[in-house]
């Protein structure tokens, strides 16, 4: 992937981000939420928008944040219902598609 | 594999990768496609194509595999949480994985059967459908969910010259995450992707309503539906499943809280959490199945392979005695 095409990706996450009025509906739907706020997605988006825009917290730990969501899909729905529909899951997965995206073209497909 | 990705992606979501990548399955274990279609004289081509997918398929390889990782942990090998299934095995430098897998199999095998079940159920309502047999593609969703977009572009466009050559057209999916993949997001990377894909529900759903077949099952039972998140959310097929719960004769259907049920289902924590987080899979499917238990049903019902193996998990490690079945499977014994 070129850089263009990553930083259309980027864009596009933050697009997605900026649309989410952080209401935090969808906080207590998130299946992972055990009190804190980064487990919930509301939580990871932030963690997305501060590490792509500020380079906060390092890869490996906005990884494992990301890979905690069990993708399945009830935040959306609340978000759709009662919030601006940011679509924070297809934003997680985009966001993980992105971090695998970034380090291949850093690093090469092979290494 | 570079390492910036070994440090962004979990080692089971990589070791998943590699499988679906390399042997064409989810667990790596080889096994024959066609193995559970035997016996049931299944063509190659028909108007419907049958989409058994590995959910149902590896699913006891799966259990087998975080049963020795779960007794591993046990013996003090000191495996930490993080550590996931792959990185484990592939530092040894053979594929103990799938040996390991085979070995630990369970015995009783409740969710192949659920395949041939599907099949049964197809017929008796006059559908008729083919299989692919050995040439089935895995779906590969996994790949999407984990971050490996190209990698899933690629696998998808082989999938469709698949498809393409085995002149399917319209497939039925049984897996609910295969087939919200083939129906919601192979069109994105697909140009004129031009396959109808419809889930097992949508054709019972029509069929039971044109052919007015009121299925009944023997003994009434309380029961109660986990609805898979990939049923609910991705495929929104809510409505239709409770059609065919309602048709069904004898069941007494009690919900969860309007909030936990339906559209609202709350996860299971299957999917692939299990391969990155296990801790916290096994957290969720507690809370899942203590909200389940609330109802008082006797019966859990579900229709996802990765759902029945947590919900089972779950239920035994509360030590209740609830039987966890796949909808596919009453239907079958309740149609005549």
């Not at chain 2, 016996?39 to 390889?61: I, P, S």
């Not at chain 2, 009434?220 to 495929?235: A, D, F, G, M, N």
């Not at chain 2, 719960?245 to 609202?264: F, K, N, S, T, Y």
Request: charged share 25%.
């Amino acid at each position: 992937m070129n850089d263009a095409g990553l930083k259309e990706v980027e864009k596009e996450i933050l697009e997605n981000i900026q649309i989410c009025l952080k209401c935090r509906m969808c906080v207590d739907m998130c299946p992972t939420y055990e009190g804190w706020f980064a487990q919930s997605s509301a939580g990871r988006l932030m963690a997305v928008n501060l590490h792509i825009k500020y380079g906060l917290g390092s890869e490996e730990e906005l990884g494992n944040l990301l890979f905690s969501c069990t993708t399945c899909r009830r935040c959306q729905s609340r978000c759709r219902m009662l919030s601006t529909d940011c679509s924070p899951a297809d934003t997680i997965i985009k966001a993980r598609q992105y971090l695998v995206k970034r380090a291949e073209s850093r690093e090469g497909k092979r290494s | 594999m570079n390492k910036g990705i070994r440090n962004i992606v979990p080692a089971g979501h990589i070791y998943v990768r590699d499988n679906i990548l390399e042997k064409g399955s989810l667990t790596g274990v080889d096994e024959s496609k066609a193995a559970w279609a035997k016996d049931l004289n299944l063509a190659e081509r028909a108007e419907y194509t049958f989409f058994a997918g590995c959910g149902y398929q590896h699913m006891k390889y799966i259990e087998g595999m975080m049963n020795a990782l779960k007794s591993a942990e046990k013996m003090g090998m000191g495996m930490g949480r993080v550590m996931g299934i792959g990185k484990v095995f592939s530092k040894v430098g053979i594929d103990i994985a799938s040996i390991a897998a085979k070995v630990t199999a369970s015995k009783e095998d409740p969710y192949t059967n659920v395949l041939r079940k599907a099949v049964s159920v197809l017929r008796k309502l006059g559908v008729d459908v083919g299989y692919l047999g050995e040439k089935e593609p895995c779906c590969g969703s996994p790949l999407y969910y984990d971050g490996f977009e190209d990698d899933y572009a690629g696998h998808v466009r082989k999938n469709y010259e698949i498809f393409k050559s085995s002149g399917v057209k319209k497939i039925i999916g049984l897996v609910p995450a295969c087939t919200s993949a083939l129906k919601n997001v192979y069109p994105k990377y697909i140009e004129g992707y031009n396959v109808q894909v419809q889930h097992f529900f949508e054709v019972v759903a029509r069929r039971l309503e044109e052919t007015g077949i009121r299925p009944a099952v023997k003994e009434k039972i309380k029961i109660t539906y986990h609805e898979p998140c990939q049923l609910s959310r991705y495929l929104e097929l809510v409505s239709e499943v409770r059609e065919v719960l309602q048709r069904i004769e004898g069941l007494e259907v009690v919900e969860p809280d309007a909030e936990q049920c339906g559209m609202w289902s709350t996860c299971c924590g299957g999917g692939g959490l299990e391969a990155s987080h296990p801790e916290l899979a096994e957290r969720i499917g507690l809370r899942r199945a203590e909200e389940l238990l609330e109802t008082g049903a006797s019966v859990f019902i579900s229709s996802c392979p990765a759902c029945e193996m947590q919900l089972a998990k779950a239920t035994r490690k509360l030590q209740r005695n609830i039987r966890v079945m796949d909808l596919v499977e009453v239907l079958d014994q309740a149609l005549p």
